[in-house]
Nanobody
Framework: QVQLVESGGGLVQTGGSLRLSCAAS????????MAWFRQAPGKEREFVAG????????AYTDSLKGRFTISRDNAKNTLYLQMNSLTPEDTAIYYC?????????????????WGQGTQVTVSS
């Protein structure tokens, strides 16, 4: 079992920045990749970014690449998402996820464990 706990969400103004963290614990030896997803009201869960846990290969949704940066600290078992130049369209609950797949995948089916989510709200 892997437990994931997100933190760092909150309310920011347009143009602001946030850094989300996801602390992983439990049996993480088989982790191949971790990822961030988000879900806005009335919308499907959307892939944001993923990273290979051992390879550090990254993948991003094209519309977010350049504003969002995913990283990980293996020694701390922690995943990060740096979010810059935020807009109201970024408002959503952000989730971290863990999967055995080595290459980060945009599909929710590739991930085994999920955090509880952290709310990000961007105001005008």
């Amino acid at each position: 079992q892997v437990q994931l706990v997100e933190s760092g969400g909150g309310l920011v103004q347009t143009g602001g920045s946030l850094r989300l963290s996801c602390a992983a614990s439990g049996r993480t030896f088989s982790t191949g990749a971790m990822a961030w997803f988000r879900q806005a009201p009335g919308k499907e869960r959307e892939f944001v970014a993923g990273i290979g846990w051992r390879t550090a290969r990254t993948a991003y949704t094209d519309s977010l690449k350049g504003r969002f940066t995913i990283s990980r600290d293996n020694a701390k078992n922690t995943l990060y998402l740096q979010m810059n130049s935020l807009t109201p369209e970024d408002t959503a609950i952000y989730y971290c996820a863990e999967g055995a797949v080595v290459g980060p995948s945009p599909g929710v089916e590739a991930y085994r464990y999920w955090g509880q989510g952290t709310q990000v709200t961007v105001s005008s």
